[in-house]
Nanobody
C-alpha cells in the first residue's frame, strides 16, 4: 500500500536543529512534488516548504526562509527538511505530502498522499 512516513521529530531547545525525513513506500517519488506542512494546536494546517519533482525549485514560507532547507534524494525515495535556528513558534506536528503533478501547489487539497505526521517541540 502506498504511503508516506515522516520521522525525525522531537524535543529541541530554541536555536537547535532537527532534520525531518519523509520516506515513500509502495510508490516512487520521482514524479511528485513534495510539500512539508505543519499544524499547531488550535491552528490551521499551513505550508512550510515544497520541492518540485526534479528538485530544481524550492519554495519556503516567509516564517522559515533562511532557517529551513528542503531537499530530496530520489534514489532513496526520501525528502528531507533541515530545520535550523528553531524557535518556539515552530512547535507543531509536521506532515509531508505528495502531489501527483510535478510542481508545487499552495493548495492542500491538491496533495494526494499524506503522512501521519511527526511532532516537533521547541522549548527550553
Amino acid at each position: 500500500q502506498a504511503h508516506l512516513v515522516e520521522s525525525g521529530g522531537g524535543l529541541v531547545q530554541p536555536g537547535g536543529s532537527l532534520r525531518l525525513s519523509c520516506a515513500a513506500s509502495g510508490f516512487t517519488l520521482d514524479y511528485y512534488a513534495i510539500g512539508w506542512f505543519r499544524q499547531a494546536p488550535g491552528q490551521e494546517r499551513e505550508g512550510v516548504s515544497c520541492i518540485n519533482f526534479h528538485g530544481g525549485t524550492t519554495i519556503y514560507a516567509d516564517s522559515v526562509k533562511g532557517r529551513f532547507t528542503i531537499s530530496r534524494d530520489n534514489a532513496q525515495n526520501t525528502v528531507y527538511l533541515q530545520m535550523d535556528s528553531l524557535k518556539p513558534e515552530d512547535t507543531a506536528i509536521y506532515y509531508c505530502a505528495a502531489r501527483d503533478g510535478y510542481y508545487c501547489s499552495g493548495l492542500l487539497y491538491e496533495y494526494d498522499r499524506w503522512g501521519q505526521g511527526t511532532q516537533v517541540t521547541v522549548s527550553s
